[in-house]
């Protein structure tokens, strides 16, 4: 197994475009869909094959990754195009060559618009009474055309006549490639977004939400992707009206400079022919090129709030883990009490219970039974569920004085896991409840494992998630999963196989297939017994190997994530260095100030070797944070506020807007995005993130409108 070398061949004119789309060089390019092509993935090539690259990370990988989707779409319609054309005998020499020309969407289905299949329109239907030939005198302008020739049955007279050859017009004009075009960039920088208050809605109850959009208008262009996603989803629950027009006078201009002559357009004929471009505006074109970019705007915004989603979901899924050590778990209740488990160090779980630590006279009972579980099976934590009555819940365990952190746990979607098949199949004979206090201890001890399980619309940290395109969201989150867990590593031996499916190269199919294998043969005795897994062959095994680990492994590199391609190098090292490898592994300061290029040859550079001297230093190191406890201050209400307060809180959202921060008190405060730091502040990811611990100042309380705002600025 070896890595390719740099591509020789001429570079392909996609790999030019890409490569000035993207601003990269063209060979990196080309090397990157080559082996995207091959089937490696983003992680892979990011880790991997740094020297084919030239050192891309994920998101230029990524971003070569769709937009070369993109590309291959645009060449897949230009081709369906041209073969309608031809079929139809409508491919002229100069319009086959304007559609190989056209390097957008846009502009491809612009040219094809005369020629595309439509319903009966009013053009067609006068082309069809032979209203055509009109039509044209009408705009070759000069003398006024005698209308007699077309008069007949179904063109009784004069008026009829002139009608038919404006509709003609009309659509001409509204069809013309270069009008859309210009006009088009007008709509794009001088459309005004106006927003109303849909007719007979004022007053509704499904209507209130969105009172504050009953009487708004602002540039489309420079609406905010929150504004506008809330506003689309009025229009959507028929409570808003929502236009996106230019000036007219602006538009109209645009079309009388293109198709008015005033040295052939006098008199009645020019009067028809304003006629015809006022109508082909009014009611084709406008409505068209509003409808596009509405629809463009909310693609640029559902783009913003899926990258929202995208960064908070990461923050989540790389949260401190509390590692592998025995926790107890609480699923709050009231009047049901708290169902209670004990998990090992692995999250298997060793005992089940219900306390009521908010019955007085069995609070005595609750610390006897919490008491004995920590004691009996040694368990250094307890998650508790944020949900209703957590805060409460866990002050009262806090208060056992147990010598073990107490820790709120964020619990969004763990009872969507308890009762999913992958919940039953692990634990078919617990109750709901049990299946989620586990879940929610484990999430202590390995957020990342424990979310994977989860379709991650459900875990809540987006921004109107439910409003955007549903596939590009699902993509863009798959996208984050694989990311996250590629970069933490999976544990081959005891990982699920939930987390297996988003290792590099593997899925669901074998991802159950090395599970099975494992249970069949009691595990794997090194990394290249993976090439026994039924259907998992010697490509599947180059994509993932570097990602899993095996720490009891007969082969001591399999810990890290050194690929096992390089191996042979990392042996070469040691022996050039008169070192066994074992002491290379303890001992990796040996190869400080040592020159690596002595270890390069075709097919490994000094990025590899570099890779492997850090990760030499660090094993199978987790990027993560290290583990920090926390403790919200004695508020518990919005009414126990007051402005001014420092307070600890833990950021639950982060939008462009700004930040959501959990204070314990039920309601999330604000703090706006000029509030996040002394300085300037374009984007809130560049300061918090979702998990983030942080302190706030208390700016303004509104019990009304349960609206808490927040300020992260250093006091002046």
């Not at 499904?206 to 489309?220: G, M, T, V, Y």
């Not at 209670?340 to 609750?366: C, K, N």
């Not at 999976?490 to 290792?503: D, G, K, N």
Request: charged content about 25%.
């Amino acid at each position: 197994m070896h890595a390719p070398g740099p591509i020789v061949s001429p570079l392909q004119p996609s790999t030019i475009i890409l490569a000035r789309q993207l601003q990269l060089a063209a060979p990196q390019v080309e090397a990157t869909v080559r082996l995207l092509d091959e089937g490696a993935t983003v992680p892979f090539l990011a880790r991997y094959r740094k020297e084919v690259t030239g050192g891309l990370d994920e998101v230029a990988i990524a971003a070569i990754r769709e937009a070369l989707g993109s590309l291959r779409e645009l060449e897949k319609r230009r081709s369906a195009i041209l073969a309608s054309l031809s079929e139809r005998d409508l491919l002229t020499p100069g319009l086959a060559d304007a559609v190989h020309q056209a390097t957008t969407l846009t502009a491809l289905e612009d040219l094809y618009l005369p020629y595309r299949p439509k319903r009966r329109t009013r053009a067609q239907q006068a082309r069809e009474r032979g209203l055509g030939p009109l039509a044209e005198a009408l705009l070759a302008g000069g003398r006024f055309p005698d209308p007699a020739p077309f008069l007949g049955p179904e063109v009784p007279d004069l008026a009829a006549a002139l009608a038919g050859a404006c509709d003609i017009l009309a659509e001409q004009i509204s069809e013309d490639a270069v009008t859309r075009s210009e006009v088009r960039e007008l709509f794009r920088r001088q459309a005004c977004l106006v927003s109303k208050v849909a007719r007979g809605q004022r007053e509704t109850e499904a209507a209130a939400k969105f009172r504050d959009w009953f009487d708004w208008s602002e540039e489309l262009a420079r609406c905010p992707s929150h504004r506008l996603l809330a506003m689309l989803r009025g229009r959507e629950v028929g409570a808003l009206s929502l236009s996106a027009l230019p000036p007219e006078d602006a538009a109209l201009a645009i079309l009388r400079r293109r198709w008015l002559r005033p040295d052939r357009h006098q008199g009645r004929g020019r009067e028809l022919l304003d006629q015809a471009l006022v109508d082909g505006y009014q009611r084709l074109l406008a409505p068209a090129l509003e409808n596009e970019q509405l629809a463009a705007a909310q693609q640029r915004a559902d783009t913003e709030a899926i990258a929202v989603f995208a960064e908070n979901l990461r923050g989540l899924l790389l949260a401190a883990p509390y590692g592998h050590r025995a926790v107890l778990a609480v699923d709050p209740g009231l009047r049901t009490g708290g169902k209670t488990v004990a998990l090992d160090a692995q999250g298997g779980l060793l005992a089940s219970t219900t306390i009521y630590p908010h019955e007085p006279r069995r609070l005595a009972e609750t610390a006897t039974t919490v008491r004995a579980l920590v004691e009996q099976h040694r368990l250094s934590a307890i998650a508790v569920g944020n949900g209703t009555n957590g805060r409460e819940t866990a002050d009262v365990l806090d208060g056992l004085a147990l010598g073990i952190p107490v820790v709120l746990v964020c619990e969004a979607g763990a009872s969507i896991y308890s009762a999913s098949e992958v919940a039953r199949s692990e634990f078919p004979d617990l109750d709901l409840t049990v299946r989620g206090a586990i879940s929610i201890g484990r999430r202590l001890q390995d957020p990342l494992a424990e979310l994977v399980k989860l379709d991650p619309k459900t875990i809540g940290v987006g921004q109107y998630q439910h409003d955007v395109d549903q596939a590009r969201l699902r993509d863009a989150l798959a996208q984050v999963v694989e990311s996250c867990v590629n970069a933490v590593g999976v544990e081959l031996a005891t990982a699920s196989e939930q987390l297996l499916a988003h290792v590099s190269g593997l899925g669901p199919a074998l991802a159950r297939a090395i599970v099975a294998y494992r249970r069949e043969h009691g595990g794997f005795r090194d990394r290249r017994e993976l090439l026994q897994v039924p259907r998992l062959g010697a490509k599947a095994f180059e994509q993932c190997a570097g990602f899993l680990r095996l720490r009891d492994s007969r082969e001591p590199l399999d810990a890290t994530a050194v690929h096992p391609e390089r191996y042979a190098v990392v042996r070469r090292m040691a022996a050039d260095l008169a070192l066994e490898l074992a002491q290379l592994m303890t001992q990796p300061e040996r190869l400080q100030g040592v020159e690596l290029k002595r270890w390069c040859d075709a097919t490994v550079g000094e990025p590899t070797l570099r890779d492997i001297v850090a990760e030499l230093h660090k094993p199978g190191r987790d990027p993560r944070p290290d583990f920090r406890a926390f403790r919200f201050a004695d508020v518990h209400r919005p009414e126990d506020l007051s402005v001014g307060m420092l307070l600890p809180g833990i950021v639950t959202n982060v939008t462009r807007f700004g930040a959501f921060v959990d204070l314990g008190i039920k309601q999330d405060g604000l703090v706006h995005i000029s509030e996040l730091a002394d300085r300037f502040v374009s984007d809130p990811a560049e300061v918090v993130a979702v998990r983030q611990q942080v302190t706030v100042r208390v700016l303004s309380i509104d019990l009304a409108r349960r609206r808490i705002a927040l300020s992260m600025k250093s006091k002046r």
